[in-house]
Protein backbone atom coordinates (compact mmCIF):
# COMPACT_ATOMS: atom_id res chain seq x y z
CA UNK A 1 0.00 0.00 0.00
CA UNK A 2 3.01 2.17 0.08
CA UNK A 3 1.99 3.57 -3.78
CA UNK A 4 -1.22 5.74 -2.18
CA UNK A 5 1.77 7.73 -0.01
CA UNK A 6 3.18 9.11 -3.93
CA UNK A 7 2.66 12.24 -3.94
CA UNK A 8 2.24 12.63 -7.58
CA UNK A 9 -0.37 10.18 -7.95
CA UNK A 10 -3.38 10.95 -9.76
CA UNK A 11 -5.88 8.27 -9.84
CA UNK A 12 -8.45 9.11 -12.92
CA UNK A 13 -11.20 9.91 -12.37
CA UNK A 14 -14.71 8.71 -13.73
CA UNK A 15 -16.01 12.17 -14.36
CA UNK A 16 -13.22 14.04 -15.86
CA UNK A 17 -14.84 13.06 -19.43
CA UNK A 18 -16.44 14.71 -22.93
CA UNK A 19 -17.02 12.53 -25.77
CA UNK A 20 -16.94 13.73 -29.33
CA UNK A 21 -19.73 12.99 -31.47
CA UNK A 22 -19.60 15.41 -34.72
CA UNK A 23 -20.59 14.03 -38.09
CA UNK A 24 -20.78 15.92 -41.30
CA UNK A 25 -23.66 17.76 -40.76
CA UNK A 26 -24.83 16.22 -36.97
CA UNK A 27 -23.61 16.33 -34.07
CA UNK A 28 -24.24 15.60 -30.25
CA UNK A 29 -23.42 19.05 -27.36
CA UNK A 30 -20.32 17.48 -25.25
CA UNK A 31 -22.14 19.08 -22.55
CA UNK A 32 -25.66 16.94 -22.89
CA UNK A 33 -23.22 13.74 -22.50
CA UNK A 34 -24.55 12.15 -18.66
CA UNK A 35 -22.10 9.15 -19.28
CA UNK A 36 -20.32 6.80 -21.41
CA UNK A 37 -18.76 3.23 -21.33
CA UNK A 38 -14.94 3.11 -22.27
CA UNK A 39 -13.86 0.52 -25.41
CA UNK A 40 -13.58 -2.87 -23.99
CA UNK A 41 -12.66 -6.27 -25.72
CA UNK A 42 -12.68 -9.88 -25.72
CA UNK A 43 -9.89 -12.60 -26.59
CA UNK A 44 -11.69 -15.97 -28.03
CA UNK A 45 -10.43 -18.84 -27.40
CA UNK A 46 -9.40 -21.92 -29.64
CA UNK A 47 -9.74 -25.70 -28.61
CA UNK A 48 -6.78 -28.16 -29.41
CA UNK A 49 -7.34 -31.76 -28.53
CA UNK A 50 -4.12 -33.95 -28.76
CA UNK A 51 -3.96 -37.62 -27.37
CA UNK A 52 -5.75 -37.37 -23.60
CA UNK A 53 -4.97 -33.37 -23.65
CA UNK A 54 -6.66 -29.85 -24.16
CA UNK A 55 -4.89 -27.16 -25.57
CA UNK A 56 -6.55 -23.57 -25.44
CA UNK A 57 -5.13 -20.76 -27.54
CA UNK A 58 -6.01 -17.43 -28.17
CA UNK A 59 -8.36 -16.54 -30.76
CA UNK A 60 -9.88 -13.02 -32.58
CA UNK A 61 -10.15 -10.26 -30.68
CA UNK A 62 -13.95 -8.35 -30.66
CA UNK A 63 -14.69 -5.30 -29.73
CA UNK A 64 -17.62 -5.24 -27.53
CA UNK A 65 -20.08 -2.05 -28.07
CA UNK A 66 -19.99 0.91 -25.55
CA UNK A 67 -23.16 2.81 -24.78
CA UNK A 68 -23.68 6.31 -23.92
CA UNK A 69 -26.54 8.57 -22.12
CA UNK A 70 -27.90 11.90 -23.24
CA UNK A 71 -29.83 14.45 -21.47
CA UNK A 72 -32.60 15.37 -23.75
CA UNK A 73 -33.15 19.12 -23.73
CA UNK A 74 -36.45 21.39 -25.97
CA UNK A 75 -34.67 24.42 -25.24
CA UNK A 76 -32.32 25.58 -27.22
CA UNK A 77 -32.79 24.45 -30.59
CA UNK A 78 -29.74 22.61 -30.96
CA UNK A 79 -29.79 20.31 -27.81
CA UNK A 80 -32.62 18.67 -28.64
CA UNK A 81 -31.37 14.80 -28.28
CA UNK A 82 -33.93 13.39 -30.01
CA UNK A 83 -34.02 15.36 -33.15
CA UNK A 84 -30.58 14.92 -33.52
CA UNK A 85 -30.28 11.23 -32.91
CA UNK A 86 -33.38 11.37 -35.51
CA UNK A 87 -31.00 13.21 -37.61
CA UNK A 88 -28.46 11.21 -37.57
CA UNK A 89 -30.74 8.10 -38.86
CA UNK A 90 -31.54 10.04 -41.48
CA UNK A 91 -28.30 10.96 -42.44
CA UNK A 92 -27.18 7.05 -42.06
CA UNK A 93 -29.50 6.55 -45.00
CA UNK A 94 -32.59 5.63 -43.37
CA UNK A 95 -35.62 7.14 -45.05
CA UNK A 96 -39.71 5.92 -44.40
CA UNK A 97 -40.72 4.16 -47.35
CA UNK A 98 -43.80 6.38 -47.53
CA UNK A 99 -41.76 9.33 -49.11
CA UNK A 100 -40.84 6.89 -52.54
CA UNK A 101 -37.34 7.69 -51.30
CA UNK A 102 -36.23 4.33 -51.04
CA UNK A 103 -32.75 3.83 -49.42
CA UNK A 104 -31.06 1.53 -47.01
CA UNK A 105 -28.55 2.44 -43.79
CA UNK A 106 -25.12 2.04 -45.16
CA UNK A 107 -21.74 1.58 -43.21
CA UNK A 108 -20.15 5.01 -45.43
CA UNK A 109 -23.40 7.01 -44.79
CA UNK A 110 -23.43 5.90 -40.77
CA UNK A 111 -19.47 6.67 -40.41
CA UNK A 112 -20.24 10.41 -42.10
CA UNK A 113 -23.33 11.11 -40.04
CA UNK A 114 -21.50 10.28 -36.58
CA UNK A 115 -17.86 11.11 -37.61
CA UNK A 116 -15.11 9.98 -35.61
CA UNK A 117 -16.07 9.27 -31.99
CA UNK A 118 -13.79 10.36 -29.16
CA UNK A 119 -13.64 9.56 -25.54
CA UNK A 120 -11.60 12.05 -24.07
CA UNK A 121 -10.13 11.09 -20.27
CA UNK A 122 -8.78 14.58 -18.14
CA UNK A 123 -6.31 14.93 -15.12
CA UNK A 124 -7.41 16.43 -12.49
CA UNK A 125 -6.51 19.68 -12.89
CA UNK A 126 -7.84 20.03 -16.24
CA UNK A 127 -6.37 21.07 -19.43
CA UNK A 128 -5.47 18.51 -22.75
CA UNK A 129 -6.45 15.22 -22.45
CA UNK A 130 -4.54 12.74 -20.68
CA UNK A 131 -6.04 9.89 -22.84
CA UNK A 132 -8.09 9.85 -25.70
CA UNK A 133 -10.20 6.41 -27.05
CA UNK A 134 -10.63 6.16 -30.82
CA UNK A 135 -13.41 3.75 -32.15
CA UNK A 136 -12.91 3.18 -35.23
CA UNK A 137 -15.57 2.60 -37.83
CA UNK A 138 -18.57 3.58 -35.62
CA UNK A 139 -22.24 3.44 -36.53
CA UNK A 140 -25.19 3.64 -34.25
CA UNK A 141 -26.86 0.31 -32.77
CA UNK A 142 -29.44 0.93 -30.85
CA UNK A 143 -31.45 3.84 -29.21
CA UNK A 144 -33.65 4.09 -26.52
CA UNK A 145 -35.73 7.48 -25.88
CA UNK A 146 -36.11 6.76 -22.87
CA UNK A 147 -40.00 6.46 -20.54
CA UNK A 148 -42.36 9.26 -20.16
CA UNK A 149 -44.31 8.80 -16.59
CA UNK A 150 -46.28 11.21 -14.71
CA UNK A 151 -45.08 9.72 -11.63
CA UNK A 152 -41.15 11.26 -12.03
CA UNK A 153 -39.83 14.62 -12.46
CA UNK A 154 -36.23 13.46 -13.31
CA UNK A 155 -35.00 14.66 -16.32
CA UNK A 156 -35.50 12.39 -20.01
CA UNK A 157 -32.65 10.61 -21.02
CA UNK A 158 -31.23 9.16 -23.84
CA UNK A 159 -29.24 5.75 -24.15
CA UNK A 160 -27.41 4.88 -27.65
CA UNK A 161 -25.21 1.85 -28.28
CA UNK A 162 -22.63 1.95 -30.78
CA UNK A 163 -20.91 -0.99 -32.72
CA UNK A 164 -17.44 0.04 -34.21
CA UNK A 165 -14.98 -2.57 -35.84
CA UNK A 166 -11.81 -1.38 -33.16
CA UNK A 167 -10.75 1.29 -30.98
CA UNK A 168 -6.99 2.76 -30.05
CA UNK A 169 -6.23 4.59 -27.27
CA UNK A 170 -3.85 7.86 -27.07
CA UNK A 171 -1.77 8.67 -24.16
CA UNK A 172 0.69 10.88 -23.10
CA UNK A 173 3.84 9.25 -22.12
CA UNK A 174 6.78 10.69 -19.80
CA UNK A 175 7.85 13.19 -21.73
CA UNK A 176 4.64 14.77 -22.38
CA UNK A 177 4.54 12.86 -26.29
CA UNK A 178 1.28 11.53 -27.20
CA UNK A 179 1.69 8.03 -28.59
CA UNK A 180 -1.08 5.23 -29.94
CA UNK A 181 -1.92 2.38 -28.53
CA UNK A 182 -1.43 -0.32 -30.16
CA UNK A 183 1.29 1.30 -31.59
CA UNK A 184 0.30 0.84 -35.24
CA UNK A 185 -2.74 2.95 -34.66
CA UNK A 186 -2.93 5.69 -36.89
CA UNK A 187 -4.43 9.18 -35.70
Excluded at 95 to 103: S, V
Aim: proline fraction near 4%; include cysteine.
Amino acid sequence: MAFWQENNLQPKRSYRFTLSVKGASTGINEFLVEKVSKPSFSVGESEVKYLNHTFWYPGRVTWNDITFTIIDCLVPADANGTAEVMRMLEKSGYNIPERGDLKTVSKASSLDALGQIKIHQYASEGGAPMETWVLNNAWIKDVKFGDLDYGSEDMQKIDITLKYDNAYIQVLDKGGTKVNLPTGAKS
